[in-house]
């Protein structure tokens, strides 16, 4: 479960680069195997690296489409707050019907007008993603080389691998002129053989 970081923790993860995948749920299951065998886990950290917003389209957006999805909302809305209504006025049962059909027509008005004043800019229905090229798992130096023995990395000793920090291995920013610096050879991921 993701937690919040704290005030302290707004800086990039200090350590070695254990092992990097191609995607999340890879990385994640690398920090779970460290996890399992009962190695410790503080400090481990999983990098993203390489950052680009993806916009998938899903389909066209009709004046049909429009107005059922504010119905559907608007409806929710209505059932909602007809509820809680009821809860607090018993006597109101009418409320049950009422607030459904006031919010399923002011959620279709809301749907067409919202569409109507953006149609000419986007008539398309998108869905929108963070996505990263790479992920690294990142583990402070001293545990690095149990780390790096648990996922079954290859390639790089523990000692050489404890010697290279995270800030030589990972360009920072603005790092000769924007240019992107080549980050140190680590090991293969046994996934890419």
Known sequence: MFQQAGRGDQTMPRGVVVA??????????????????????????????????????????TWGKVALAGAMRGLGFGAFIGLVYMLLVPEAIASILLFP????????????VTH????????????????ASRYDVV?????????????????????????????EQ?????????????SAPGPASDDRR
């Open 20 to 61: 990097s995948y191609d995607s999340y749920e890879q990385a994640q299951a690398a920090v779970a195997k460290v996890s399992k065998s009962d190695a410790d886990i503080a400090g481990l950290a999983i990098v993203g690296n390489d950052l680009k917003l993806v916009e998938r389209v899903v389909g066209r957006l």
């Open 101 to 112: 059909l006031l919010g399923l027509a002011f959620g279709i008005l809301l749907g067409v």
């Open 116 to 131: 109507s004043m953006t149609r000419r800019k986007r008539d398309f229905a998108s869905v929108q993603q963070v996505l």
């Open 139 to 167: 583990a402070p130096n001293e545990i690095a080389g149990r780390a790096m023995h648990v996922i079954g990395q290859r390639g790089q000793s523990s000692a050489d691998a404890a010697a290279v920090p995270m800030a």
């Open 170 to 182: 990972l360009p920072g920013p603005g790092a000769h002129g924007g240019e992107p610096t080549p």
